[in-house]
């Protein structure tokens, strides 16, 4: 696997390097041909934050850890991974039908495997034309983490969303 690591107010030991080469490796066994990791690594206040975005024929898995050591994020970060690559598995055959190796997980359980979600309710709403502002406003009028809305500078359906560190993200999507 290619890695890329950037790293933001951290700087990681030669043996963190080691161990995240190694053990991303490991997951090298799900792909038919290489696919490329990017790793940040933070630190912020008292904690300190791990990102790994695996990209492969356009599909794009992304976990995100928290913690007190980065080392404990590793950790968590690669079964949340290999659930990803498990469940969506199908997604990574290649168009000359290459075929995913099936092996045994090497950081999750079998039983920790679950199902595709289930869609339990489908809501139409009305989009509003807005600037960015109006949907910010509109997002605190509601009771949901995301608002959508219509730009009306860019004509693109947009949202914007509820952060973890509870600051305001737009999502801008490009095709």
């Not at 690591?5 to 991303?24: A, D, G, R």
């Not at 898995?61 to 994020?73: K, M, N, P, T, W």
């Not at 290459?98 to 950081?107: I, L, N, Q, R």
């Amino acid at each position: 696997m290619k890695l890329d690591i950037v790293t933001k107010n951290y700087s990681p030991s030669k043996k963190l390097m080691e161990v995240l080469e190694k053990k991303l490796g490991r997951l090298d066994k799900y792909f038919p041909h290489e696919a490329a990791a990017r790793v940040v690594m933070k630190g912020e206040k008292k904690q300190e934050v791990l990102e790994i975005s695996i990209s492969y024929q356009g599909t794009l898995l992304r976990a995100e850890v928290r913690g007190e050591h980065i080392y404990d994020c590793v950790d968590l970060a690669l079964p949340k991974l290999e659930k990803q690559l498990i469940k969506h598995r199908d997604k990574f055959i290649d168009k000359q039908k290459d075929v995913v190796p099936v092996a045994e997980p090497e950081f999750i359980a079998k039983e920790e495997i679950d199902d595709v979600p289930e869609i339990v309710r489908t809501k139409e709403f009305e989009v509003k034309a807005e600037d960015l502002k109006e949907a910010v406003a509109g997002l605190e009028l509601v009771d949901h983490d995301f608002y959508l809305f219509l730009n009306v500078a860019s004509g693109h359906i947009e949202a914007v969303y509820r952060r973890a560190d509870g600051k305001i993200g737009h999502l801008v999507p490009k095709v």
